[in-house]
């Protein structure tokens, strides 16, 4: 996004669409321009529909808000507090503009938290494991065991069998289920299908594990032929795998019952630790009926979900769950707490905990399996429309994630805030994408293609190596 300082202080994405600030208020008080970006040089401008080269060390933004120190009568005249209260004003403003488009990310952005706003005075920290207090008492550790007993019950592992903590985000949850998995096996190679989230192979690369990327079909689950063969290629040593309940662009769920089938006929049984990455599906696939369950009572070793995305924490957070068993060769004594740790951090928020708690209190299993109903109800009816419009569109059969083909102009895909990749892109139906917001979304869409492709007289891409061709409208494959 390339915002101009002269237009208003929060131009973030879309001219006009945010207020200009008021004459008395400088723009030069907050905003210090950087230096000039040459857009050009970074594979496109605004609204030329190319892409963009990300260059490490140029930042695209060309504004900031700059820290200056106060004036030595700012306690008297009260120009600082005002200064900064007209700031944070108008970054409200803008975040409520942006929420009006927010499509691509799968954030839950339907909550209220109004009854915990007295809890924001307080500086709270979880400090080590959750279940061992330590010196430091200002914490909510009581919410957090809640709410990992929550998860335990259900993914079916009893509470004294199960470890586990409230994370900083569903990375961390990775970065500790995989490391997990390093520990039982210390020279296994860890296996994940090429769309796993990015997490994975991080990973990887920080705790210097090898890595085998396993191909996957159209619908972007594990090919287990492939898994199959990249297996027995290193039959003599143990096997981490990764396995998707929801991948990052298309919502496809590998098939937690064949992968394990492929490790046990090809001679893994019992070298093997599986880590589930539930991070959006993992918390919506209990309440799909016919989902195949992710549950203890199978052999996997964790699973991690994110707290912001499905559940809707305000702040990024997730819940990790392990064997108990597991834990032992991670935790260490630390005489500074007077506590052990075996989490990958070593504070944490110990708001996202209540959160947490306060959500899944107020909607309980049968909410939950509401909200997951009305996603899936309005994932069919984006991918239906689409279709009917003659776009090629995909949507996976426990997923709320409809992939489409990449809209032309990348000013639209900032607008709405889409995730692409390729010629592709998606929209992450959550509770709070209502059908009056898909259909804005759509009048748009529609409107802006017709000049994208000059009324019919040029043609989409083909996307049907992304999404099938049964799923492809373009003019190889329009039926």
């Known amino acids: 996004m390339v915002g101009s300082v002269g237009n208003g202080l929060m131009d973030l994405c879309h001219k006009g669409k945010v207020e200009p600030l008021p004459k008395e208020f400088d723009p030069t008080d907050i905003v210090e321009p950087m230096p000039a970006v040459d857009l050009e040089s970074l594979g496109g401008d605004e609204g030329s529909g190319k892409n963009r080269e990300i260059v490490l060390g140029r930042n695209v933004h060309t504004m900031c808000f700059t820290i200056k120190e106060p004036e030595v009568d700012d306690e008297v005249t009260g120009e600082r507090e005002a200064y900064m209260a007209s700031v944070l004003a108008r970054y409200r403003r803008s975040l409520i503009e942006r929420t009006k488009h927010h499509l691509g990310y799968p954030y839950n952005l339907d909550f209220d938290y109004g009854a915990l706003a007295q809890l924001q005075h307080f500086s709270i920290n979880n400090l080590g494991d959750p279940f061992i207090e330590s010196n430091y008492g200002v914490h909510s550790r009581q919410f957090e065991v809640g709410v990992l007993d929550w998860f335990a019950r259900l993914w079916e592992l009893e509470k004294n069998e199960y470890w586990g903590y409230i994370t900083n985000c569903g990375t ?128 996997i070793g964790s699973v991690s979900v994110s707290g912001h995305k499905f559940v809707g924490c305000p702040m990024p957070c997730g819940v990790q769950i392990t064997r108990l068993k597991h834990i032992d060769v991670l935790s260490s004594n630390v005489e500074y707490l007077a506590s052990r ?139």
């Open 172 to 299: 961390e949850g990775n970065l500790h289920g995989i490391l997990v998995g390093r520990e039982v096996f210390p020279d296994g190679i860890l296996y994940a299908s090429k769309e796993s989230h990015y997490s994975v192979f991080k990973a990887a690369r920080m705790y210097r594990m090898e890595c085998v990327k396993v191909d996957t079909l159209i619908s972007g689950e594990i090919d287990c032929i492939d898994f199959k063969a990249k297996l027995l290629q290193n039959k003599e040593r143990p096997a981490v795998i990764n396995v998707n309940i929801g991948t990052t662009v298309k919502g496809a769920v590998d098939d937690l019952d064949m992968v394990i089938q492929t490790l046990e006929e090809n001679g893994f049984k019992g070298r093997f630790y599986i880590h589930c990455d539930g991070a959006l599906f993992g918390l919506m696939m209990p309440f799909v009926k016919r989902a195949p369950k992710v549950t203890f009572k199978k052999p």
């Open 341 to 479: 740790d075996a989490t990958i951090m070593g504070s944490r928020n110990g708001h996202a905990p209540i959160f947490l708690w306060y959500t899944l209190n107020r909607k309980g299993y049968r909410g939950f399996q509401k909200e997951v109903q009305k996603c899936l109800r309005n994932a069919h009816y984006l991918k239906d429309r689409l279709k009917e419009a003659g776009i090629g569109a995909m949507l996976n059969e426990l997923s709320s994630t409809v992939v489409f083909e990449r809209p032309k102009d990348e000013e639209f895909v900032r607008r709405w805030q889409l995730a692409c990749e390729g010629n592709i892109s998606h929209v992450v139906v959550m509770p709070n994408v209502n059908i009056d917001k898909l259909d804005s979304f759509l009048e748009e869409l529609f409107q802006k293609r017709s000049c994208w492709y000059q009324e019919g007289m040029m043609s989409p891409p083909c996307i049907a190596a992304d999404i099938g061709q049964e799923n492809c409208f373009c003019v190889l494959h329009k039926k």
